[in-house]
Structures are given as C-alpha cells and as structure tokens.
C-alpha cells in the first residue's frame, strides 16, 4: 500500500513549478501503478498552450474557473468545479485560468516526476524521475 500527503509532498522534489502552473506528483511511474496522479494548481491569468503527443491524460476541476480550447476545432469549454476533460487524442488545446484553479490530473503512460512542457506542449516519454519518498 502507498500512503502520502499532499501537504508533506508539496514541500518535496514531487513539487514542480513552471510558468504558469505547479503540479505535486502524489503518483509516479516508479510506483508500478501504470498511471500517474498529480494535484495541479494553474495560476489566475496563465493561458498554457499544451499537446501531450507521448501521453494521454484526464483532468479534473477542483477549484476555480477557466476554459480549455480544442485546436482541432475551436471550441471553448468551461472548466469549473466538478468539471473532467479528457484528452484521448492528444488533442492540442490551449487551457485558461481566469481564476486559480486547482486541478486532479491522471497520466498514462505515467510521468517520471521531473517533467516540464518542451517548446511544443509536450512532456518527454522519458525525463529524470524523482528519486525515494
């Protein structure tokens, strides 16, 4: 069994903090659970053009209010609590915070820990893991 602590992580290496956003990585790859699971806080304002193309994710609102586009045909959906997308086709998409939103993210394949959006949107299929507990 696994147990751990959002407060204790958040002031761990499972913390990352990026332009725009911060994700604490309760969940990782080195778990063997063949999925990951963070809690994501996008910032008031952030607009993050995103495009998972090596993994597939679903996100759910917690808090908060913005909206996530679909490049592929421009539509606007809202995000607000009690809201889920799910990105099955690796959809590029450009997601706003207009107020701070606190989101519940799975990915698969799961993340390593230590991964930012390269110049594309994207996180690498491989990255650097973060390393005990």
């Known amino acids: 069994m696994i147990v751990r602590n959002l407060k204790e992580a958040e002031q761990s290496e499972r ?12 969940l990782l790859k080195g778990d063997n659970m063949g999925f990951s699971f963070h809690i994501t806080t996008i910032f008031e304002g952030a607009e993050l053009h995103l495009h998972y193309k090596n993994h597939l994710e679903s ?3 917690i808090s908060g209010e913005g ?3 679909d490049l592929a045909d421009g539509t606007v959906h809202p995000i607000e609590p009690g809201v ?4 099955d086709k690796h ?10 939103m606190k989101m519940a993210c799975v990915f698969n ?3 390593h820990g230590k991964e930012v959006h390269d110049e594309t949107g994207a996180y690498a299929l491989e990255a ?4 005990g507990d």
């Open 67 to 69: 909206s996530v586009e």
């Open 109 to 111: 394949p799961p993340l």
């Open 84 to 87: 889920i997308y799910i990105l």
């Open 91 to 100: 959809d590029k998409h450009i997601l706003r915070a207009t107020k701070e």
């Open 59 to 61: 996100v759910y609102c």
């Open 15 to 26: 913390k990352i903090v990026s332009e725009g956003w911060d994700s604490t990585r309760l």
């Open 128 to 131: 650097e893991p973060v390393s």
